[in-house]
Structures are given as C-alpha cells and as structure tokens.
C-alpha cells in the first residue's frame, strides 16, 4: 500500500525551462512534507519542506507547491541546471510518525544542456 | 562539521549469513532513523532510535534489528540473509526526535547477497 507515490519514473527537461515534478498521497494524517534530492553511490539530501499550513514554500530556484484537497504537492525548479540532474524523492510526515518519513519511489530528473 | 558516517560502504555476503551494518550520526544528533531502498521502491523505513530506545518500527520481519549506543552511534543487524535484502541500507541522523524534524542522511552502505 503506497501512502505517497511518484507516478513520473523519469522527466527530461531542457536547461533553463521549469522542471516540475508531482508527488500525490493518499494519507491525511500527513502534514508534513519535504524533498530529498539523491545522485548516485551518495545518500538522499534534503532540498525543502513544506507543513500542511502553508500552500506554498521557496528557497531559491526551488518552490514546492501543496493542494491539500487534492492531496498533492509539486516541486517546480526554475531554471533548471545540468546539475540538478539526479533522482527526487517526495517524502510524507505526520505527528503520530515522529521522525519516520514515507518516501514515494522517485522521480529521475535529467536536465539536458 | 562531520556528516552522517556509514560503514562499510559495501557488502558481499552469502544467504543465511548475517551482517551488521554501523551508523555515527551527526555529532549532537540523538536520532538514528533506517531505510531501505530497493530499486523503484523508494525508502523503506526500518526502524528508529532515540537515546538508546527503538521508538518507531516499519514493516520488516524480525531478521533485522538494531540498537543504539550511548554515544548515539547505531548499528543495524541482519540474520539468516536472504536474497531479496540486498538494497542500499541508508541511515539517517536528526537532532531529536519529532514530527518535521529535517533528516540527514549517509551515503548507504550496499549490500550484495548472493
């Protein structure tokens, strides 16, 4: 049963257009939500979070968008880089979890120059 | 400041073997959080410690297993191997224990069953 799910394995975009990557859970005790950006043989590092008060976050280049309703949130990547190319996960917290967080698959993002 | 220090960065053991895979969070971290990722899986949470207790556990049989020490390193442990285990091992170091704390994570340790 997958609470948090990545429904685009892989996103081709070309530099300096918008990346955006989805992210839809089904769980509404999640209220808390961050990305985590991850290159090969390294670990998951983290990008931004989101709670569930706000509906939208910025930090730089990177904006993450939340729909509660609709139980979805986005990661918009404005412009995008040759660097940014790597896998993104969305991950899911709520109070009763404490510091487990629900990842969804993941997105491979490869930015072409 | 040093990061989250996995060790060993890679494994190659037998089925039915066990490994123990160890874990030095960040220094003041007392949090210590393990996943696994299996390839389209994402990260499967295992288990976390905080102040030498397990405080939370995913949905793993009870061949994996861990603890924390004092010093807040922690150490994962695998009995009777199977195949299906081998994945990317990541642990995860946080200052304290709580809903929408940031985790820091190592660079994995990869083991290989064969």
């Known amino acids: 049963d997958q609470q948090v799910k990545q429904n685009s394995p892989s996103l081709s975009v070309q530099e300096g257009r918008i990346s955006i990557l989805n992210c839809d859970y089904t769980?509404?005790?999640?209220?808390?939500f961050l990305w985590y950006k991850k290159y090969p043989a390294e670990g998951p590092t983290f990008l931004i979070s989101?709670?569930?008060?706000?509906d939208k976050n910025e930090d730089g280049r990177f904006t993450v968008f939340l729909n509660k309703s609709a139980k979805h949130l986005s990661l918009h990547i404005v412009p995008s880089q040759p660097g940014d190319s790597a896998v993104y996960f969305c991950?899911?917290?709520?109070?009763?979890?404490?510091?487990?967080?629900?990842f969804g698959a993941g997105t491979i993002l490869r930015v072409k120059s | 400041k040093a990061g989250v220090t996995q060790t060993p960065r890679y494994l190659i053991k037998t089925r039915g073997q066990q490994v123990t895979l160890s874990c030095s969070p960040i220094?003041?971290?007392?949090?210590v959080s393990w996943y696994q990722q299996t390839p389209g899986q994402g990260l499967q949470f295992l288990f976390e410690?905080?102040?030498?207790?397990?405080?939370n556990k995913g949905n793993f049989p009870g061949r994996f297993s861990g603890r924390q020490f004092s010093n807040s390193r922690s150490e994962m442990n695998v009995s009777t191997l199977e195949l299906g285990d081998s994945a990317l091992y990541l642990c995860?170091?946080?200052?304290?224990?709580?809903?929408?704390?940031?985790?820091?994570f190592g660079q994995g340790t990869r083991l290989t069953v064969v």
């Open positions: 991950a899911a917290n709520g109070m009763e979890y404490g510091n487990k967080l629900v």
């Open positions: 410690y905080f102040s030498e207790t397990q405080r």
């Open positions: 220094s003041g971290h007392r949090s």
């Open positions: 989101i709670s569930s008060i706000k």
């Open positions: 769980n509404s005790m999640f209220d808390y």
């Open positions: 995860a170091s946080s200052l304290i224990s709580s809903f929408g704390t940031e985790a820091f």
